[in-house]
């Protein structure tokens, strides 16, 4: 892969994930009012129960890590068709 497909990449990955953390945050804080009926705790606020801002941290954590998941798969998906080549993302081996 050569230097400019590198930099397409980035900004076409990061963009794309970006705009899923957000549109995510927005969900789960959404999701928060209507299932409580109150705005989402502020975690770092000491006044917050520690169980109720655990209880945020989580749901936020799994559902902004879910998104990153299924728009780095689209991402890589995309590029592939786009480009004919192997997205940068199957060609990082990660075995443990």
Request: aromatic fraction near 8%.
């Amino acid at each position: 892969m050569d230097f400019s497909h590198k930099i397409v990449w980035r900004l076409y990955s990061t963009g794309v994930a970006a705009a899923a953390a957000l549109a995510t945050t927005k969900a789960v804080s959404a999701g928060w009012r209507f299932v409580t009926g109150e705005e989402p705790p502020e975690p770092n606020d000491p006044h917050t129960p520690p169980g109720r801002a655990a209880a945020w941290v989580l749901l936020l954590a799994i559902g902004v890590g879910l998104s990153q998941v299924l728009a780095n798969r689209l991402v890589a998906r995309r590029w592939e068709s786009y480009t004919g080549a192997p997205s940068p993302l199957r060609s990082v081996n990660l075995r443990l």
